[in-house]
């Protein structure tokens, strides 16, 4: 602890000591660049090296997922449950957060202030036409359900019926309040 603490108060009687360069604008170099054209050059670089780093971010995502892939062939080789578990919860997210993150980047790069709100109504839009094609396959697995329980009688299809008979009616409730508590009417 002693070690330590002499360390860093050498390194801080280092920073005192030695002397450095300051300016008022670190913006405004001799040569006059004002702050507008320095984003500009900024931005400029961005999108000169934004190629690379897409390609980087995906062969990251690629050497992920190729690893779950080895981990899970491992796993049934061995039968290894954690190793199977791990590697399962990895493929299954690996493409998901990539999907996810290229989807954020997207609409981080292509939105405005304008569209913002536009991008929000079609949002609430997409969210409510998902749930109304839910409700539709509820319903119909729902019918499915009660014609095997009247066939076979067996009880569990009967209740598996009425469940989702009665999801759908709250999700039916929840796609047509939504948009009106949102705001997107």
């Known amino acids: 602890m ?3 603490f002499r360390y860093l108060l050498l390194l801080f009687a280092l920073v005192i000591l030695i002397p450095s360069a300051a300016s008022a604008s670190p913006l405004q170099q001799g040569n006059g660049i004002t702050l507008n054209e320095q984003l500009n050059v900024w931005s ?8 690379k780093i897409s390609f ?6 690629t050497i992920m997922f190729l690893f779950g892939v080895v981990r899970l062939g491992y796993s049934i080789v061995t039968k290894t449950g954690q190793v199977m578990k791990g590697s399962t919860g990895l493929l299954i997210w690996v493409p998901i957060t990539f999907f996810f993150i290229r989807i954020l980047i997207l609409l981080l790069f292509t939105t405005n202030s ?3 709100t536009l991008l929000a109504s079609d949002f609430i839009q997409l969210i409510s036409a998902a749930s109304h094609s839910t409700v539709d396959w ?5 019918l499915v359900f009660y ?8 009880p569990e299809f009967g209740r ?9 009616g ?7 309040i939504s948009p009106i508590v949102l705001g997107d009417v």
């Open 2 to 4: 002693v070690l330590k």
């Open 44 to 51: 400029t670089n961005l999108n000169n090296t934004a190629p």
């Open 56 to 61: 980087l971010f995906s062969a990251i995502f």
């Open 114 to 116: 304008e569209n913002v």
């Open 138 to 142: 509820m319903i119909s697995i729902g």
């Open 147 to 154: 014609l095997f329980y009247h066939l076979i009688k067996h």
């Open 160 to 168: 598996w019926s009425k469940r989702m008979w009665v999801f759908a």
């Open 170 to 176: 709250g999700l039916t409730l929840l796609t047509f």
